[in-house]
């Protein structure tokens, strides 16, 4: 079974523009959650989507949006660019959310502003 | 609010040497904790969770509600369990959402 993939791997951007990063889940899992990781705050928690609907939101500003599809892929979104923004972001998919469903990581998507 | 705390961000030990990675969580309700690694150059991944009470690749985790702790343990570590670990809760009502920690680089030496 194929795991977690996110596209792209690898992105540059400029301040003031926006990105759309993508996640495809594994087959049959219909939870995905977003995590950004840096170096100084380590993991933190952007969204969750389940059955194309937002069940969960970290504390990020409004530039940071999702969504998911009718076949469980996702898509976040960041506008306006800041320096700030340089991080890998995770994609993370399991089959339902909640207890004793584990979640699988994908590679992440290397964000840097410039 | 939930929060989990990894007091060593570097963790060093000689292969064969017993091994205990601190992890302390805060949450007013009944959390689910994670033990996650991370390989060099490969996908986050899952090590244990406390609900399982299981040992994978020798390590071991007990869930002490009273110190509000979830400390992974390893009775001799192998060069192969170098990796970064992150401890991390979930609760009650989260469902998809994980408080990681800041993470422990644990470093095997020969």
């Given at each position: 079974k194929a795991g977690v993939t996110q596209t792209p791997r690898y992105l540059i951007k400029t301040r003031g523009q926006q990105v759309t990063l993508s996640c495809s889940p594994i087959s049959g899992h219909r939870s995905v959650s977003w995590y950004q990781q840096t170096p100084g705050q380590g993991l933190q928690f952007l969204f969750e989507y389940f059955s194309e609907t937002q069940r969960n939101k970290g504390?990020?500003?409004?530039?940071f949006s999702g969504r998911q599809f009718s076949n469980s892929r996702s898509e976040m979104n960041v506008s306006t660019l800041e320096l700030g923004d340089s991080a890998l972001y995770l994609c993370a998919s399991s089959l339902v959310p909640g207890q004793s469903y584990e979640q699988y990581f994908g590679p992440g998507t290397r964000l840097t502003v410039t | 609010a939930q929060r989990v705390t990894q007091p060593e961000k570097l963790l060093s030990v000689f292969k064969g040497a017993p091994v205990e990675l601190k992890c302390n969580y805060s949450y007013s309700g009944s959390p689910e904790l994670f033990w996650y690694v991370q390989y060099s150059r490969q996908r986050l991944q899952l090590l244990l969770r406390h609900i399982s009470r299981e040992s994978i690749k020798g390590f071991t985790a007990d869930l002490n509600k009273g110190e509000t702790s979830f400390h992974l343990k390893k009775p001799f570590a192998q060069e192969e369990d170098s990796a970064m670990y992150y401890c991390a809760l979930r609760g009650g009502?989260?469902?998809?959402k994980l408080t990681f920690g800041q993470g422990t680089i644990l470093t095997v030496h020969p």
């Open positions: 504390n990020f500003p409004g530039r | 009502t989260s469902y998809g």
